[in-house]
């Protein structure tokens, strides 16, 4: 049983011909016969006694009658409901973000979100970049911000800031330095790094790698806040985003590196994603809370 051929009895009975139901829904007469005739072969019981040129309806036609009056009422006000929730910037949006850019980019943000949009419900999911891909792909999460450029052919990216890497090291002792620093000289450091999966590592080695910088791998880690920790201690020295050293770089030499080096953040989703009202009002509140 479907709506529609509710909605064609409904207009059979009301304008009691076929003729002109089918004229008032727009439709040829064949057609909506046709829906009719499928109705009652699916129920089982005749609508309609026809007589001749005459149609009334059966004692079951009159009992269903307001029923599916009811019913098409009924859908009309979810169409509309679905319309206005689709309007509104309401309800539950799930945004996936990246380790290294969740505690120092997304999180400082958030408040201005509650207070602007106090009717969005925000959830967040930390992952790794392939890991959100995939949460895409399954609609687990709506948005993911991460590190550009993704390439899949079924995700659609866009640009949101760039932020640049920045030189960290020891406070004191042999390595203390003054000045921007070359990644040539990178050659001479023990370099910390994050483990294969992040995408900060990926832009690390990348730069080095056009500088032509040989370095000496230590170490590696998940944690951002691990690697100024052992930069602290003397352990070595590293690359990381300007924004964690607000909040990690108070015991750590920072330099800007001569050859300037950024890193792309932008937001992704699915391709063939129709954003509802909430995602695009969070969408707007990446881009202005990130230009």
Known sequence: MELLQLRYFVAVAKAGSFVKAAEHEG????????????????????????????????????????????????????????????????????????????????????????????????????????????????????????????????????????EELVFISPLTGDNAQSGPVDLQALTKERLLLLREGNCLRDDVLTACSRAKAQFAQVFETDQLASIFALVAAGSGSSLVPSSAVDFHGSKVQVLPLRQRVYRRIGYAQLRSHKATAAQKTVIKWLRSALA
Not at 69 to 91: P, V
């Open 27 to 162: 439709v040829s007469q064949p057609a909506l016969s046709q829906q009719i005739a499928k109705l009652e072969s699916e129920l089982g019981v005749p609508l309609f006694d026809r007589l001749g040129r005459s149609l009334r309806l059966t004692s079951f036609g009159r009992q269903v009658l307001p029923k599916s009056e009811d019913l098409l009422q009924q859908a009309s006000i979810i169409r509309k409901d679905a319309e206005a929730f689709g309007n509104a910037a309401c309800g539950r949006v799930t945004l996936g973000v990246i380790p290294t850019l969740l505690p120092y980019v997304v999180s400082p943000l958030l408040d201005k979100l509650r207070i602007q949009h106090p009717e969005i419900d925000l959830q967040l999911v930390e992952d790794q970049t392939h890991i959100l891909i995939d949460k895409l792909r399954s609609a687990d999460i709506d948005l993911a911000v991460l590190a550009l450029p993704i390439r899949h052919p079924e995700i659609v990216c866009s640009e949101l800031k760039r």
